[in-house]
């Protein structure tokens, strides 16, 4: 029995003990660090890790020894305004010698504020913004020494800036890689030359790193990059698949009652819109979710071929609105704005990406349409208050059943629908207009 007690006892004290940290920096010399790419400099000057930005076009890293599954990294650094740096980690090198993969980012005096966001470097590009964690996007002191820290267990990854956690997300690219320090090119501009960015008192615990994730109360956004699925977190807030990734269940076609027999296919987890010279609705016709909808938080992935026209809709009523081309509804507009013809009708770019379609033209600033690539639209309804948002960033908001909407849709191509968009319920829709579209991790939220 003492035994037993004196084991247990022991057990308590281990777990109590905490991380065990190994430094990855000595303060004194780069001794288990070399540069990987780039030509900036990095040296060692008052204990900490310096670079300086230089000009080119290439960024330079500065990696540690050897590769790292799963750790926590918690690191301190301090940069000058205006100049840009990271840490990379789970990273790898190209055939050309070149690093990519995620990356904590330091963002310096760039109005946005996303340090601490995760950008997936010379691949996908940016994985979570912090456009909807406004304490994360607050939590660098800009011109001061910040903490950061990576958790990276598994396929999820967190982030934080100064114990306040900026990003979540699952992800199953890397489970490996290397841990490097960023020093981003000028890219011709001059003032970012010279400009500093330092680190200290690096260090990293890869013994059961599980244990000492930080606690938190779940009220950032996770974002699940694993096609098709459902986190427990997710799962916790009533997150569902709209679609599983496999089958056709749970949609239809919206003029008909069975699922479309051409004009779409699955492959690779995506669900494909096929290319049919860009007629509306006369190959495989629009698909609707079986179900209808009130308030909801959808979230849709897509990727857009070049020149390519469909949308999102929503409020949708096939039961009440009989249409020879695309089936009647509020819509997301996806379009390529760059080349197709659309772009430059209707109002004041109106009938651009993520709009309303020929209502509200969406602001896009922030957004950053990734051309070729993913992107998310999110389209979250709270009785008559609607919002659209394009890659985290919130770019349409309206109040329908009010006599402002009355009179923007008495303006519109809708006029002559009653009672357009003021539906208590309806079907959500994925169109065809004759353009690849590809789209995956469909997810919806009833609210």
């Known amino acids: 029995m003492k035994k037993i007690l004196l084991l247990s006892a ?41 670079t300086k930005g230089i000009d080119g076009t290439v960024n330079s890293f500065l990696a540690a020894d050897g590769e790292f599954s799963d750790f926590i990294l918690e690191f301190e650094f301090k940069m000058e305004p205006e100049f840009n740096s990271g840490v990379q980690f789970r990273g790898h090198l190209d055939s050309t010698g070149r690093v990519y993969g995620y990356q904590f980012e330091h963002e310096g005096g760039v109005k946005r504020g996303w340090t601490g966001g995760i950008y997936d470097e010379r691949r996908r590009e940016w994985l979570y913004k912090l456009t909807w964690n406004p304490e994360g996007r607050a939590a660098n002191k800009l011109g001061e ?12 990854l967190r982030t934080f800036v100064n114990g306040v956690l900026c990003a979540d997300i699952l992800d199953d690219y890397d489970a ?7 020093s981003h ?12 960015c330092r680190w200290r008192n690096i260090r990293i615990c890869t013994r059961h790193p599980e244990r000492y994730m930080l606690k938190t109360d779940d009220h ?13 977190r997710q799962q916790k807030e009533g997150w569902k698949l709209l679609w599983d990734g496999k089958t056709t269940e749970g949609w239809r076609s919206a003029k008909a009652e069975g699922f479309p027999e051409k004009g779409w296919h699955i492959e690779n987890g995506e669900l494909v819109v096929e290319p049919s010279d860009g007629a509306e609705s006369r190959n495989g016709g629009d698909i609707i979710t079986v179900k209808q909808y009130k308030n909801f938080w959808l979230s849709v992935d897509f990727k857009i071929s070049e020149g390519a026209n469909s949308g999102i809709k929503y409020f949708v009523r096939p ?21 197709h013809p659309d772009a430059k009708l209707g109002k004041d770019g ?4 993520a709009s309303l379609y020929d209502l509200i033209r969406a602001e896009k600033d922030e957004a950053y349409m990734y051309w070729n690539q993913w ?23 309206y109040e329908r059943n009010t006599p402002e909407w009355a009179e923007l849709v008495a303006g519109s191509k809708y006029k002559n629908w009653e009672n357009f968009g003021n539906h208590e319920y309806g079907h959500i829709l994925l169109q065809d207009h004759g353009d690849e579209v590809h789209f995956k991790n469909i997810l919806i939220k009833e609210l």
């Not at 303060?27 to 060692?44: I, K």
């Not at 910040?146 to 999820?156: F, K, L, S």
């Not at 490996?176 to 960023?182: D, H, M, P, T």
Request: aromatic share 12%; hydrophobic share 40%.
């Open 10 to 50: 022991i057990f308590v004290i281990g777990a109590c003990c905490g991380p065990k940290w190994q430094p990855l920096f000595n303060g004194e010399n780069l001794d288990g660090w070399s540069v990987v790419t780039g030509e900036a400099p990095y040296f060692v000057e008052d204990g900490c890790i310096v």
């Open 145 to 156: 020494w910040n903490t950061g820290r990576i958790e990276a267990v598994g396929t999820h």
């Open 220 to 232: 950032v956004y996770q974002y699940n990059w694993i096609s098709n699925t459902l986190s427990e």
């Open 319 to 339: 039961d009440l609105y009989n249409s020879e081309g695309s089936a009647i509804g509020c819509e997301f507009q996806l379009l390529d704005d760059r080349s």
């Open 176 to 182: 490996s890689g290397l841990i490097a320090l960023q």
């Open 185 to 196: 090119a000028a890219f011709g501009v001059q003032e970012k030359v010279g400009l500093e």
């Open 350 to 353: 109106n009938r651009t990406m």
């Open 375 to 397: 992107n998310t639209a999110w389209v979250i309804v709270q009785d008559n208050h609607v919002e659209h948002w394009l890659n985290g960033v919130k770019v349409v908001e």
